[in-house]
């Protein structure tokens, strides 16, 4: 098996299939790109560079070669690479984007092997990195190019810091790409996701809490934004970023995400409960810090409500997707369980896990999915594999709902 076969489909199968052609312009950050193909080769894709001659001065070629496992081309031959690779693209990828290449590929200019690639590849999705000077990416000519490219290409935020624009995290690039190739199937829905944990605060100091990541709700709203659908994340205290399309509110209590939550039921199609809020509230929280001197401090924990079913209650044909984690338990236990929770509260579909074997914060996890008498083990799964086909299913539902809507 070669060096590339072995890490393909390691991360997931999003882009199985998918032939991926990766622009490099002569940016000094042109070595990220590097680590951004295996990614990219990771969740399946075949990938394919093209390198400015520039580019090829400051990286060497047989790097993206070794990446890849193809020849990166940096100048048309007789083959004419141009027709031969590109035109058979399905995403381009131009990463990192100098200002002078963005500018020619908002005009159509095509003047070296990369830029002509990008061209040929019409039918292809388009995402674009830049990076460079902060000065250069302000300049009104630069940001008159991101303009127009973005009528018909993705175009990703640089990280603006220490006087640059600089290539974002290669990981983020990626959930970029996949954004691009995910179907457009559920324009016009809108669709509310809970995310990360919640905290109790003991005193102004001090709180309880769960070791959620928030990661489940990530990557469930990034993929219903990047299906078409308007998308709201309640998020708890996690370190969830901004998501392209989705509306972000910051909760910290569980009381403040149910009350965040139920404000917006009535305005929402499908609800997706990824959260792990706390079961319970502290009644009485001191003020202050607690006297660490005192012998004991005795605390109250109220049962706090249950959101999905306050949902329910309130937004009838609601499609609601609820999660059950437990810990230790067998297989059917787990399942009684889901569906147990999934009767008194109205869900649609339950995703039930055990999270004593992946734990808090893996991007890889494995599901029972429970809808009325079917069971389908999912996993051990990338979380926005695990969305896809979840959002697959909620959007049958939701056809059906609508072809039996009075």
């Given at each position: 098996m070669s060096e590339v076969e072995a890490i393909r489909d390691t991360y997931?199968?999003?882009?199985?299939?998918?032939?991926?052609?990766?622009?490099?312009?002569?940016?000094?950050?042109?070595?990220?790109?590097?680590?951004?193909?295996?990614?990219?080769?990771r969740h399946g894709a075949d990938?394919?560079?093209?390198?400015?001659?520039?580019?090829?001065?400051?990286?060497?070629?047989?790097?993206?070669?070794?990446?890849?496992?193809?020849?990166?081309?940096?100048?048309?031959?007789?083959?004419?690479?141009?027709?031969e690779i590109c035109e058979r693209a399905d995403v381009v990828l131009v990463a990192p984007a100098t200002a002078n290449t963005l500018v020619k590929l908002s005009l159509g200019i095509a003047d070296n092997a990369a830029?002509?690639?990008?061209?040929?590849?019409?039918?292809?999705?388009?995402?674009?990195?830049?990076?460079?000077?902060?000065?250069?990416?302000?300049?009104?000519?630069?940001?008159?190019?991101?303009?127009?490219?973005?009528?018909?290409a993705i175009v990703v935020p640089p990280v603006v810091e220490e006087g640059r624009a600089k290539y974002p995290p290669p990981e983020e690039v990626v959930e970029y790409v996949i954004d691009a190739t995910a179907p457009r199937d559920l324009e016009g829905a809108r669709v509310l996701v809970t995310a990360g944990p919640t905290r109790e605060h003991l005193d102004d100091?001090?709180?309880?809490?769960?070791?959620?990541?928030?990661?489940?709700?990530?990557?469930?709203?990034?993929?219903?934004?990047?299906?078409?659908?308007?998308?709201?994340?309640?998020?708890?205290?996690?370190?969830?970023?901004?998501?392209?399309?989705?509306?972000?509110?910051?909760?910290?209590?569980?009381?403040?995400?149910?009350?965040?939550?139920?404000?917006?039921?009535?305005?929402?199609?499908?609800?997706?409960?990824?959260?792990a809020p706390l079961d319970f509230y502290v009644e009485?929280?001191?003020?202050?810090?607690?006297?660490?001197?005192?012998?004991?401090?005795?605390?109250?924990?109220?049962?706090?409500?249950?959101?999905?079913?306050?949902?329910?209650?309130?937004?009838?044909?609601?499609?609601?997707?609820?999660?059950?984690?437990?810990?230790?338990?067998?297989?059917?236990?787990?399942?009684e369980r889901a569906r147990q929770r999934m009767e008194e509260e109205g869900w649609d579909v339950a995703l039930a896990h055990d999270v004593s074997r992946a734990g808090f914060g893996t991007v890889h996890d494995e599901y029972y999915v429970i809808t009325g008498e079917s069971v389908t083990r999912v996993g051990p799964a990338h979380k926005r594999e695990l969305a896809r086909r979840v959002l697959t299913l909620v959007r049958e539902l939701l056809a059906r709902r609508a072809s039996t809507a009075p």
């Open positions: 997931s199968t999003l882009l199985k299939g998918l032939r991926v052609v990766l622009v490099v312009s002569s940016s000094v950050s042109a070595y990220k790109s590097i680590d951004a193909a295996r990614l990219l080769i990938v394919h560079v093209f390198m400015t001659p520039r580019a090829a001065r400051l990286v060497a070629p047989d790097l993206f070669w070794w990446a890849t496992g193809n020849k990166p081309v940096v100048r048309l031959t007789g083959a004419a690479e141009h027709v830029l002509t690639c990008a061209l040929a590849a019409a039918g292809a999705k388009k995402v674009v990195v830049p990076a460079m000077s902060l000065a250069m990416w302000s300049a009104p000519q630069v940001q008159e190019a991101v303009r127009r490219l973005r009528e018909r100091v001090k709180y309880i809490t769960t070791p959620s990541s928030g990661l489940t709700g990530y990557y469930f709203a990034r993929e219903a934004a990047a299906r078409g659908a308007r998308v709201t994340l309640v998020a708890g205290p996690a370190r969830i970023g901004e998501i392209p399309g989705v509306d972000v509110v910051r909760v910290t209590s569980v009381l403040e995400m149910h009350r965040a939550v139920l404000e917006r039921a009535g305005g929402h199609d499908v609800f997706i409960f990824a959260a009485g929280r001191a003020r202050g810090k607690l006297d660490s001197s005192a012998a004991q401090h005795v605390l109250v924990l109220r049962r706090a409500p249950k959101i999905p079913g306050d949902v329910r209650a309130r937004n009838p044909r609601a499609v609601i997707v609820g999660f059950k984690a437990e810990w230790g338990v067998g297989e059917r236990e787990l399942i």
